[in-house]
Structure formats: structure tokens, C-alpha cells
């Protein structure tokens, strides 16, 4: 491991119990800066009432921490929308968003869009699917943004069970993500959880960024920002246990070749084949094969956006 990443171990990865509850209110009382929640759902209708409920409740009734909760709903088929707007989020549509550019399928796509429907100075996002939510991964990954002015970004690290298993969730990380960042970004070696969905920015930063549009942008995020602003700039906090929805291992094999496409893209911009992913699958005649694209395309810093500049102006 680098000198760089075992400082950066020591003094910028800590635990959410690092920052009570009242010091984190009071630093957002001096510093003034509002706190946006955004959750990018679809077809979550199961867990992302809860989620939503419990945030409202503990960090915008209970205290004031969070300004306003938005589920960006990329085109559910269920009642994801009713549900998170009856537990008190504001809901906006993926296609409300920014009507000009038509949207495409993916997380990132998601996440590029709500810069535009959100307007706190620090963006916390929290993936829809979590099970046993507590908001302690709200505080956790807003606390450092507002206590410490050196970080600009903070990702939440966790356990990952997968079934009875203690920390076997999470294979993508450890099987593509992991060994691409130790490989060519060895300054984010020390993220555990590089791929996690729930990490809060600034604005500021964000807006500087571009999105891949799908299941590249956390890892897209992460390295976009090292060179940005920098590793001190980056941190982590430890908030305990997820537990979410597992998907099955060819799903699992698509998100793990958007995120080699996206690690490619930033390797060597230039020429490179539009790939695609020929998996198979058994059907009435042996084994079928299907084949799906894993371009990612990738959405323009926000900051670049016409629409969000008049914003900012008016």
C-alpha cells in the first residue's frame, strides 16, 4: 500500500460515531449550508417508503439536518412513486428532468439529472434498496462535509452480507473495481466500499463532474474527483451494516463490464471499440447466447448545462 494511502487511512476514514448528532447541527447552523437527500429508485416501491420515513423523521422532524428528500423515479412499472410520496419525499420523473436531452436507462443518468430538481449545498445519495435503513448513513457521510472543509467527498463503507454470509456481498467490488483501482489508481486503494451508493459531495464539486450513465459512475465519481481535487479531499465513514437486494450473477456481469468501460474510457480517451457482452443463457435448444451493449455514455459536467447556469443566476 502507498505512504499516501496509509495517511490517508489514519486521518481521513472514520466512524459515524466519530461526529454526535449535536456537533453536526451545530456545524451546519455556523456554516449555513442546506443538505439535499436524493434517492434514485426504480421499482422500489418495497423499501423506499421506509427510507424516506426514516429520514424525515429523524433528520428533518426530530432535528433539522436535512433540508429536503428527492426520489428521482427513472421509470418504475410499480408504486414507487406513491409510496415514497406518501412517507413525505418530494418525487420528480427521470423524463421531467431536463426535457431537451432524452434520458437513458442507468443510476448515473439518474444522479446527473437531480443537480437540476435538488438545491443544497452539500448532495447526499442513498441508494432506494437498503434494507433496515438507518439514518445513521445520512449523518455518517454528511458530517465530514459540514465539519471539515478540506473534503469534498465521503463515501459510506460497510458490511455486505450475502444471505447467512458475513461480508460476501459486494462481489463486483472485489472481483472488477478493486483490483482496476489498485491496479491504475492506487491512491483509491483504501475505499472499501468504491462502488457503494451512498455517498454525499458538494455541489460545488458535483457539478464539475461528468456522470457515466450507468453503473460506472461511482466509479467514474471517484476517480474524476481524485484528480480534481485530490485524495485529501476524499473520505469515508464506517456506518455499520447494508443489507439490500442481491442481484443474480449475470446482472452482476453486465454492471462489472460498464465499470471496466468506464475505468477504459479513463485510461485511454481515443479510438476504442464499442463493446458489448455476450453472456448465455439455457434454452430449449442448449444454451442460448444473448448479447447487450455496455457502452457507457456519459452525461457533461452539470455546470456545463445552459439550463442549470440560468439556475444558478436566477
Aim: charged share 25%; proline share 6%.
Amino acid at each position: 500500500m502507498l505512504k499516501d494511502v496509509e495517511r490517508w487511512l489514519s486521518t481521513r476514514s472514520w466512524s459515524v460515531t466519530d461526529r454526535p448528532l449535536h456537533k453536526i447541527l451545530a456545524a451546519k447552523h455556523r456554516t449555513g449550508q442546506s443538505v439535499s437527500v436524493v434517492l434514485p429508485a426504480l421499482n422500489e416501491e418495497e423499501t423506499v417508503g421506509e427510507i424516506v420515513a426514516i429520514i424525515r423523521h429523524d433528520l428533518m422532524q426530530q432535528v433539522p439536518l436535512v433540508d429536503e428528500i428527492v426520489v428521482v423515479d427513472s421509470g418504475s412499472t410499480d408504486r414507487t412513486s406513491e409510496v415514497a410520496a406518501a412517507a413525505g419525499a418530494r418525487v420528480v420523473h427521470r423524463d421531467d428532468i431536463l426535457p431537451r436531452i432524452p434520458a437513458v436507462p442507468g443510476k448515473g443518468e439518474v444522479l446527473w439529472r437531480s443537480l437540476l430538481v435538488t438545491s443544497g449545498d452539500i448532495v447526499c445519495f442513498i441508494d432506494a434498496d437498503l434494507k433496515e435503513f438507518s439514518s445513521d448513513f445520512v449523518t455518517g457521510i454528511v458530517g465530514p462535509l459540514l465539519t471539515e472543509p478540506g473534503v469534498d467527498l465521503v463515501k459510506a463503507m460497510y458490511d455486505r452480507p450475502l444471505g447467512g454470509a458475513a461480508g460476501q456481498g459486494g462481489r463486483v467490488t472485489e472481483l472488477m473495481a478493486r483490483p482496476l483501482l489498485n491496479m491504475h489508481w492506487p491512491q483509491l486503494a483504501g475505499f472499501v466500499q468504491p462502488l457503494g451508493g451512498e455517498y454525499a459531495a458538494r455541489r460545488s464539486l458535483l457539478e464539475q463532474l461528468p456522470f457515466p450513465v450507468g453503473y460506472g459512475v461511482e466509479l467514474g465519481m471517484l476517480v474524476d474527483a481524485l484528480h480534481l481535487v485530490g485524495l485529501d479531499a476524499l473520505a469515508q465513514v464506517d456506518v455499520g451494516v447494508r443489507k439490500h437486494r442481491h442481484q443474480d450473477g449475470q446482472a452482476l456481469g453486465r454492471m462489472a463490464a460498464q465499470i471496466y468501460r468506464t475505468a477504459q474510457l479513463r485510461l485511454a480517451r481515443g479510438h476504442l471499440i464499442r463493446p458489448s457482452l455476450t453472456q448465455f443463457e439455457r434454452g430449449p435448444d442448449g444454451f442460448e447466447p444473448r448479447t447487450y451493449s455496455v457502452d457507457t455514455e456519459e452525461r457533461p459536467p452539470m455546470a456545463d448545462i445552459t439550463e442549470y447556469q440560468s439556475r444558478k443566476v436566477a
